[in-house]
């Protein structure tokens, strides 16, 4: 019996953390590892939990979805955008349970939690509503970023012709202590930092400008890892906190 509930308990733990961090990925957001682990280890106590005599009540439909909201609450705060990764969370949450309870064809269950399987490591895996996970190391740091995918970004290195990731000013002053000042008066701090150099860019409505950049080794876009260049925008990218970056279609 004991193994038993250790069995069912780890399975759902393994289950939930992927719903969670697919959840995550699905809205735009890095996994967080912690978090989701939490959350998880609480979903896989209930699971094992239910199967202890004398607890099987927690099992009915209202314990269920208060410990789904438990987890949710757990794993993703309380804020606005914590309620949208919570309520995909639950979809999929249910979605799946349904799936399980469906007894009338094998196929048909089968078939549904490999759907949903699919759609979490399509999330976890940063294609999921064109966002793309970001790793940037420069002087001993390392920042994990959420980058947009934009099919309209065209920024290239005018030198090697390749793509360049665009990162806001909260990142260059994170990653290496570049001012706003700095980064709206690039040609006057150019030598701030060993390295730097300009990326001319256009806007709409721009004729042209320039952005500062530097390049840096064991950059990570999704499953991309390589050297590559990063240029650092005067402003952040999106007040909603949503990402921090921008990359083209093409990583």
């Known amino acids: 019996m004991n193994l038993y509930v250790l069995t069912v308990g780890g399975l759902n ?8 961090a697919g959840a995550n990925r699905i809205c735009g957001y890095p996994v967080e590892g912690k978090r989701a682990c939490a ?33 949710a609450l757990v794993s993703f705060g309380m804020d ?3 309620l949208r990764r919570g309520a995909v969370y639950l979809l999929l949450n249910l979605i799946l349970t349904g799936v399980a309870l469906d007894q009338k064809s094998a ?25 793309v996970p970001v790793e940037l190391s420069y002087g001993g740091k390392t920042l994990h970023l959420t980058a947009l995918r934009d099919t309209g970004n065209t920024l290239t290195d005018p030198i090697s012709g390749s793509p360049v990731l665009i990162v806001g000013s909260e990142i260059a002053g994170q990653l290496a202590g570049l001012t706003r000042f700095q980064l709206q008066n690039p040609v ?24 500062l950049g530097m390049r840096l080794k064991g950059m990570r876009i999704g499953k991309w890892k390589g050297n590559g260049l990063v240029a650092f925008a005067p402003e952040r990218l999106c007040e909603e906190g949503r990402y921090q970056a921008l990359t083209g279609g093409c990583l």
């Open 188 to 211: 006057e701090s150019i030598t701030a930092l060993p390295g730097l150099r300009l990326i001319p860019y256009k806007t709409v409505g721009n004729s042209g400008s320039m952005l």
């Open 80 to 82: 606005k955008d914590a």
């Open 39 to 71: 959350g998880a280890l609480l979903s896989g106590i209930y699971a094992g939990w239910c199967l202890v005599p004398g607890f099987w009540f927690l099992g009915n439909g209202l314990w269920h979805t208060v410990f789904l909201l438990l987890v």
């Open 107 to 131: 196929a048909t269950s089968l078939l549904g939690a490999a759907g949903l399987v699919v759609i979490c490591l399509i999330g976890v895996s940063g294609r999921g509503g064109g966002f």
């Open 13 to 20: 733990f393994a289950v939930n953390f992927l719903l969670l």
